[in-house]
T-cell receptor, first 115, second 115 residues
Framework: GAGVSQSPRYKVAKRGQDVALRCDPI?????LFWYQQALGQGPEFLTY????????KSGLPSDRFFAERPEGSVSTLKIQRTQQEDSAVYLC?????????????FGEGSWLTVV | KQEVTQIPAALSVPEGENLVLNCSFT??????LQWFRQDPGKGLTSLLL?????REQTSGRLNASLDKSSGRSTLYIAASQPGDSATYLC??????????????FGKGTHLIIQP
């Protein structure tokens, strides 16, 4: 596609509910990143894929967070047993090649509110 | 741990003024530095990417400089326009011995250009 596409754009979840957020990167992009952005803050790194391999998941805040990219294109970020502190914008980004040099392109984010 | 600081946190200026946004980072071992723009409710749009070997990059009315040794970057906006109103985020891409190279973001400068 023309850009990074994320769905759903908005999600309201009841505390304790599981959610799944989808990211379609730009076609052919090898690298895929997930970030979490709380209100008034800069994005915080969650995890990184190079093709289907998850090379870094050091930013995932707890074992309730899980990400996958089984065929090296579409990725899903899953949050189990959501809590209020999970409320944030979840941004997906992709770049053409692996690190380090290329421009990273962001999607418009999935806005998660946990009530 | 890399920390990125942006000053000022917020800025409001009349249309037509030239302005400078500042970014500092604590670890100079970076691959590159990227400036982004974020409009309310939107994702991030890449403005300028400066590789670690470069000193500056220009795009239209925007000029970004990088002084890696001192851990500083500036974004210069010439002849500001109301359409420049947005949050500007600075991010550095770290070097690593392996694994992922995620971006570390500052909290952003919220810019308002008054008509």
């Amino acid at each position: 596609g023309a850009g990074v596409s994320q769905s759903p754009r908005y999600k309201v979840a009841k505390r304790g509910q599981d959610v799944a957020l989808r990211c379609d990167p730009i076609s052919g992009h090898v690298s895929l990143f997930w970030y979490q952005q709380a209100l008034g803050q800069g994005p915080e790194f969650l995890t990184y894929f190079q093709n289907e391999a998850q090379l870094d998941k050091s930013g995932l805040p707890s074992d309730r967070f899980f990400a996958e990219r089984p065929e090296g294109s579409v990725s899903t970020l899953k949050i189990q047993r959501t809590q209020q502190e999970d409320s944030a914008v979840y941004l997906c980004a992709s770049s053409l090649e692996g690190p380090p040099g290329n421009t990273i392109y962001f999607g418009e984010g999935s806005w998660l509110t946990v009530v | 741990k890399q920390e990125v600081t942006q000053i000022p946190a917020a800025l409001s200026v009349p249309e037509g003024e030239n302005l400078v946004l500042n970014c500092s980072f604590t670890d100079s071992a970076i691959y590159n530095l990227q400036w982004f723009r974020q409009d309310p409710g939107k994702g991030l749009t890449s403005l300028l990417l400066i590789q670690s070997s470069q000193r500056e990059q220009t795009s239209g009315r925007l000029n970004a400089s990088l002084d890696k040794s001192s851990g500083r970057s500036t974004l210069y906006i010439a002849a500001s326009q109301p359409g420049d109103s947005a949050t500007y985020l600075c991010a550095v891409r770290r070097r690593s011995g392996g694994g992922a190279d995620g971006l570390t973001f500052g909290k952003g400068t919220h810019l308002i250009i008054q008509p």
